[in-house]
């Protein structure tokens, strides 16, 4: 018997296609931003979107805060949609607000927050000071931050999307932690979301949460796709190779980010910035010709030089 | 926390280098001038270490509380909360220094320092007039504007080095209830600067512990017996 999800996987696999070509038939020149169907429900998202740890954290400082607000127009205006954030992040929430506002970009993107406290009883009123915060009418996404009182909270977000107050509902986790918990959860309950970190380094996701997610039609985030820049300082001493220029790549921040939205499991990527230059270079990655997997082989190769 | 072990210091750091200065430089540009103030109390402090003048017990104790609850309010609570929820938590720490320094060294009169003579006691000064005069040409020599520079009795970390430096020469085991604040910022202050890869986290723990070499000494009375 066809289940609701099951139809949605199909459809969102043939919208995947089509977007998602490979390598040998895309065109370099092509300027349709790449995106990856939400498993739960078909809807499309650019592969790359723009997380907040760090460097939306700049309190009340208005040069800093318009520097933010600049980083999310030039984000959205290269075709990007999901911004991530996280009551842990402090102020982060804040400045999204602010620019958010500013920019008037509220209704162009494609929210993502967190719940991040081990109150279950006090989740419904973080929640609700962080739409204020972002000052939006809802959430697109709740994830539970680093599964922190996931048992608790769960069924508030499952309530919350019954009742149309929430769209998606996710887990997260960074840097390898709980992955068994993880794995259990996205077994276990009807999560649309799960995030986790990967990049051409960290690669553990690859054995068994990755194919999860596609097995139980879960979409993934991933994060630290850089490793807070560690990565890309590493290979800042390597000469770009000419086999980028294959995959339209311009960088190595772009090779990376290929790497990650290349696995077919992968929905997004979402790389941290506060540099309206990175931004611009980031969303490039989610254009043009992704690697196979031969070249996938290459990057890491590369990386485990660096 | 589970799986504690895999954090790292930078783990816990919830902002960037520039975003901490820059916070430092609006503050200090939103407080002027009370930088002078400060400057002030912590040239005073010294002065009245090395004077011995009468009641200078009580007035230390009282002109450190002040910088304390002030560097409470207006620095962690009312700024760096905004990029660090634990600075609400400093806040309340930075109170609790300020409240006992008026129970135990204003109301009570329970400070008695050590001799102002001798090795440990030109160490401790030292240190006072570092923290109070030099610690803010930090800011230059590490390529920050001066307009970030960390002056005493207004930024947390080198009124908690002088702190430490001043509450080392009280007698008597009541120095330890008042060491406990002061040497724990050193260390978080030391923390937070590594993470951000800051010289200066060395700095500050070098300085906290040079100043809490006197009370590290011994008993107050070999310590004092040391001085003469």
């Keep these: 018997m066809w289940s609701r999800r099951r139809a949605l996987r199909m459809l969102a696999a043939a919208g995947a296609c089509a977007v998602l070509r490979p390598p040998a038939t895309a065109s370099a020149q092509s300027r349709t931003v790449l995106t990856r169907p939400i498993p739960s429900s078909g809807e499309a998202l650019p592969v790359v979107g723009l ?60 929210s993502a927050e967190k719940v991040w406290t081990s109150s279950g009883a006090q989740g419904h009123e973080q929640i609700e000071r962080s739409r204020q915060k972002w000052q939006v ?39 390898g932690r709980r992955h068994r918990d993880i794995e259990q959860l996205m077994r276990s309950q009807a999560i649309d979301f799960v995030q ?14 990755l194919p999860l997610a596609r097995d139980r039609d879960i979409a993934v985030i991933v994060n630290r796709p850089f490793r807070q820049g560690a990565l890309l300082r590493a290979l800042a001493r390597q000469p770009l190779p000419p086999w980028a220029a294959d995959i339209d790549c311009a960088s190595w921040a772009q ?17 941290a910035t506060s540099n309206v230059a990175h931004v611009r270079e980031n969303m490039n990655a989610a254009y043009g010709r992704l690697p196979d997997g031969a070249l996938r082989s290459r990057i890491i190769a590369a990386m485990e030089r660096a | 926390m589970s799986e504690w072990w895999t954090y790292r ?19 200090n540009l939103a407080i002027w001038p009370a930088q002078l103030a400060g400057i002030a109390i912590g040239l005073a402090i010294l002065g009245l270490l090395i004077g011995k003048r009468r ?9 450190l509380a002040v910088c304390w609850l002030w560097i409470a309010l207006a620095f962690h609570y009312q700024r760096y909360a905004q990029i660090n929820w634990a600075a609400t938590w400093f806040a309340v720490a930075f109170g609790c220094e300020a409240l ?80 406990v604040i002061p040497v724990l910022w050193c260390a978080v202050a030391a923390a937070t600067l590594w993470a951000m890869n800051a010289p200066q986290g060395w700095i500050v723990l070098a300085a906290g512990l040079l100043a809490l070499w006197p009370a590290l000494l011994g008993s107050p009375h070999d310590a004092a017996a040391a001085m003469r």
Excluded at chain 1, 197 to 208: A, G, H, I, K, S
Excluded at chain 1, 255 to 271: D, E, N, R
Excluded at chain 2, 105 to 122: E, I, P, S
Aim: charge should be positive; include cysteine.
């Design chain 1, 51 to 110: 997380g907040s740890w760090i460097t939306f954290n700049v309190g009340d400082d208005p040069v800093a805060r318009d520097a933010c607000t600049d980083v999310m127009r030039h984000f959205v205006a290269a075709g990007g949609r999901m911004i991530d954030s996280s009551p842990m992040y402090a102020s982060s929430q804040d400045v999204i607000g602010y620019g958010l506002h500013k920019a008037a970009l509220t209704e162009r993107i494609f």
């Design chain 1, 137 to 175: 009418r809802r959430f697109d996404l709740l994830q539970i931050h680093n599964l922190l009182a996931w048992q608790e909270h769960l069924p508030t977000l499952f309530a919350m999307k019954a009742a149309g107050q929430v769209r998606y509902v996710g887990i997260t986790t960074s840097e």
């Design chain 1, 196 to 209: 986790v970190t990967y990049n051409p380094v960290d690669r553990e996701v690859e054995e068994r949460i």
């Design chain 1, 255 to 271: 090779v990376v980010l290929k790497f990650i939205v290349s696995h077919p499991a992968v929905t997004c990527a979402i790389p």
């Design chain 2, 9 to 27: 210091l930078t783990s816990f750091l919830l902002f960037s280098p520039r975003t901490y200065y820059r916070l430092i430089e609006l503050y």
């Design chain 2, 55 to 63: 009641h200078c017990e009580r007035i230390i104790a009282g002109l």
């Design chain 2, 100 to 179: 006992l320094l008026v129970v135990v060294g204003v109301l009570a009169n329970r400070l008695a320092f050590q001799t102002a003579r001798g090795g440990v006691a030109w160490l401790a000064t030292s240190i006072i007039a570092v923290a109070v005069v030099g610690y803010p040409l930090l800011a230059a020599l590490t390529g920050r504007p001066w307009t970030a520079a960390e002056m005493f009795g207004v930024a947390a970390d080198p009124t908690a080095i002088a702190s430490v430096a001043v509450l080392a020469l009280v007698r008597g085991r009541i120095r330890w209830l008042l060491l």
